[in-house]
């Protein structure tokens, strides 16, 4: 059962990697880097900020900030330390079939050395569990923009070759659990005041 998911793991990294063009190359490297996503961090805290009060926006700040950091260091001292799965791209076994992306001549991006879980889909879909709970129905264009650039996100590590597709769908199930109990924990502590 397990080579069995094993393969099917492979075939879709293959399937996935093997979509490269210059143009995916750097539409993915963008969606992969870190301060890529700004913008659309700074228009979900201006919709937070226009939802809440001062205080409730500074609870909301440091759950982010909580969460983040629990999912960060989640998804590196009890999954890549313990599990030690390397990533594709540091796996002799397939390796070398992978394309990819080249930073500059000869440099070619390939991640540390062990990729389960996914730290990127974690943080990012902990993030979002934490706050789409407090976004309304009115806002749903913004929430599902949101989930969609979080799965853009996941598959650009699939894409560069860095992680496998279980890494990035376990990572983002554990940011989001984190995020969304994040969330239960918050508003079980704290009284969350109307506008």
Known sequence: ??????????AILL?????????LDEVMWFFSGKLSLIPLYLILF?????????????????????????????SVHLFKDIFQRYRPSHNLEISHLLH?????PGDFYRGGTYGFISS??????????????????????????????????SLSRVYLGVHYPSDVL?????GF???????????????????
């Open 120 to 153: 990127h889909a974690a943080n990012y879909f902990g993030m979002l569990g934490f706050v789409l709970p407090f976004f309304s129905n009115k806002h749903r264009i913004l929430k599902v923009s949101a989930i969609v650039i979080g799965i853009i996100v």
């Open 46 to 74: 201006y919709f937070l900020k226009k939802e809440n009060n001062w205080k409730n926006f500074g609870l909301i700040c440091l759950g982010v900030f909580l969460t983040v950091l629990i999912s960060d260091q989640s």
């Open 177 to 195: 659990l984190i995020g969304w109990s994040m969330n239960h924990f918050l508003y079980s502590r704290f009284k969350f005041a109307e506008k």
């Open 170 to 174: 376990l990572g983002a199930g554990l």
């Open 100 to 104: 990819y992306y080249e930073i500059k």
């Open 1 to 10: 059962m397990i080579n069995w998911l094993e393969s099917i793991d492979r």
């Open 15 to 23: 399937f996935i990697n093997g979509l490269n063009t210059p143009f």
